[in-house]
């Protein structure tokens, strides 16, 4: 069946510095989803990408889709506290099917 | 008011024992997900549902089961539930292309003693 990795698992940062999670299909996409889940909370959708080379962005968070739409990323620029939490990406096919990758959890130092 | 709602927040229950994980949602959504989530594993889909004649196995169905009430009703039963079921349960639910994504519950933290 369909697998969504996501990588890295956890990621530990100082305050200003970026942050990348990488996400990558077994399949092509029909398109991707990202969500973020701060502790203790439940997962918040955050962007969809439809298009092949697509890039999306949301003040300091840009999010690209493959050429090849089974790849995307999620760049946070100058992370700040409130960035914490777990980020998931969420593959979905041709045959309505979502899959969810793992999550990238995310802290950041002060 | 939320609009997808889970009851309980949290629950223990003993070994054995029947157990139900009720949802219901204001968002006027035909599709409604139950989802397991455990440290490290991300979200596993264990039922949905695409209407409410709709009923479809997920990846990790076997110990549950479903019933769809109504339009606004999904709720998950454990029939006998064991400890490796303890995790957190989420409700979800989206519309027929999910373009604004799912929108999910607060959870219900499961602990089987």
């Known amino acids: 069946g369909q697998q969504v990795m996501q990588i890295p698992q956890y990621q530990h940062v100082q305050e200003g510095e970026d942050f990348t999670t990488y996400c990558n299909s077994s399949?092509?996409?029909?398109?991707i989803q990202w969500y973020k889940q701060r502790p203790g909370g439940h997962p918040v959708f955050l962007i969809q990408?439809?298009?092949?080379?697509e890039v999306k962005k949301q003040k300091r968070l840009t999010f690209q889709f493959g050429e090849a739409k089974k790849n995307s990323s999620l760049h946070i620029t100058a992370t700040q506290t409130t960035d914490v939490g777990t980020y998931f990406c969420?593959?979905?096919?041709?045959?309505?099917?979502?899959?969810f990758g793992d999550g990238t959890t995310l802290t950041v130092k002060p | 008011d939320a609009d997808v709602t889970q009851t309980p927040r949290n629950r223990i229950t003993k070994t054995g024992k029947r157990i139900m994980l009720e949802c219901s949602q204001t968002k006027g959504h035909d599709r409604m997900y139950w989802y397991r989530q455990d440290p490290g594993l991300g979200l596993r889909l264990i039922y949905y549902?695409?209407?409410?004649?709709?009923?479809n196995k997920g990846e990790i169905s076997d110990g549950y089961s479903v019933s769809r009430q109504a339009q606004a009703k999904f709720s998950l039963s454990l029939e006998s539930a064991i400890p490796n079921q303890t995790a957190l349960y989420f409700c979800?639910?989206?519309?027929?292309?999910?373009?604004?994504?799912?929108?999910f519950g607060s959870g219900t933290r499961l602990t089987v003693v």
């Open positions: 969420a593959g979905r096919t041709n045959a309505g099917k979502s899959t």
């Open positions: 399949t092509t996409l029909s398109n």
């Open positions: 549902s695409f209407d409410v004649k709709d009923i």
């Open positions: 979800a639910t989206s519309d027929y292309r999910a373009n604004y994504g799912y929108t």
């Open positions: 990408l439809v298009k092949s080379g």
